[in-house]
């Protein structure tokens, strides 16, 4: 038997109150939250380009693209790169082609203010998202 559940922004109290009844049977429970190459594919699909190089930069790279390699010039900004990849990630979920609360296929790295210094892509992700942008440059 499987039972899909999906519930979009449960109170504090259900969210809680489910994951303890849950907990009781977490050997036979499997959480959906894992990127596939079909939600990859998808993803990056839903990118304007200038954020699909972040992704295929991350990725040629092996998990880690520095900022000097997508800026235009020394002193340009990448905050439209980024707002990007976050609005994508929260519309495929809204959509319903990902559960909520997905791990961001790539992060930015800095300091926490200012530029960023690049962008880091899980190195378990690294293979998925590589067949999906491949498939989906077919």
Known sequence: ??????????????????????????????????????????????????????????????GYVPAEELRDSENSSLRGHSAALKTALQRGATLGRWPAGMQAPVEPQGPGFGKVVGYRMPDNLVQTFYTAIKNAKK
């Open 1 to 62: 038997m499987r039972i899909t559940v999906t519930i979009d922004q449960p109170t504090g109290d259900f969210q809680d109150r489910l994951l303890a009844l849950l907990s009781e049977y977490a050997a036979d429970v499997e959480e959906d939250n894992h990127w596939t190459i079909p939600r990859a594919e998808s993803y990056y699909l839903s990118l304007p380009l200038r954020a699909r190089r972040i992704l295929e930069e991350a990725v040629t790279r092996d």
